[in-house]
């Protein structure tokens, strides 16, 4: 059987989610889990996690590409490992992937390598670039946005609101509120 499996970072990729879905009904899934959740939250992703319970001896894991699996080789190897240990096999549908076949297996393991160190390199240009913004001054990060709101705060704490309330009321988290009021302590 074939198995598919869809995701989408956020909610705003609707139409994403919508094409995996049609792709993967076109390569011939029977079963379909879809999510909407960052790949990051690897604990978080119950529909891969159904759809590895799911799959039995024989089946066939298919995704419309590797970044909608997983974000690390580790993460990919042990994705692997799960569905050897089940005897089923995965299939990357744009990269003609299938580690049903030896060559499928290797090719796999070197993407994913690939893959990976292609992102370690953007996010230490990324380090790179902040660090020299903030050098030269240009990088401030973002404005304490609570902390702003302390006088309303402290005027809502006088009139014996609580801090469950006052985070309502300002528009703020209950751990900013509580923040604010130990620092005037």
């Known amino acids: ?15 994403s989610i919508e094409a995996q879905v049609r792709d993967l009904k076109a390569a011939g899934c029977e079963k379909l889990f879809s999510e909407q959740v ?3 939250d690897v604990e ?27 974000r690390s080789v580790a993460h ?9 240990t089940k005897g089923a096999n995965l299939r990357i549908l ?17 993407l994913g390598g690939i893959a ?28 304490p946005t609570a902390r702003a709101k302390a006088d309303e705060v402290l005027a809502l704490k006088q009139e014996g609101v609580g801090p469950t309330e006052i985070a309502k009321r ?3 988290g209950r751990a900013s509120v509580y923040r604010i009021l130990a620092d005037i302590e």
């Open 44 to 70: 978080k992703r119950e529909k891969l996690s159904q759809a590895l319970d799911f799959i039995r001896e024989g089946d066939t894991l298919v995704v419309t590409k590797l970044d909608r699996l997983a």
């Open 116 to 143: 990976e160190f292609e992102r370690e390199i953007m996010l230490e240009r990324q380090r790179e670039g902040i660090a020299k913004a903030k050098a030269a001054g240009k990088y401030k990060g973002r404005k």
């Open 170 to 172: 300002v528009g703020i």
């Open 1 to 15: 059987m074939q198995i598919g499996y869809a995701r989408t970072s956020t909610l705003d990729q609707k139409a």
């Open 76 to 84: 990919l190897l042990a994705i692997m490992e799960k569905l050897k």
């Open 94 to 110: 744009n990269m003609g992937i299938d580690t049903s076949t030896p060559t499928g297996k290797l090719m796999l393991t070197v």
């Open 38 to 40: 960052s790949s990051v």
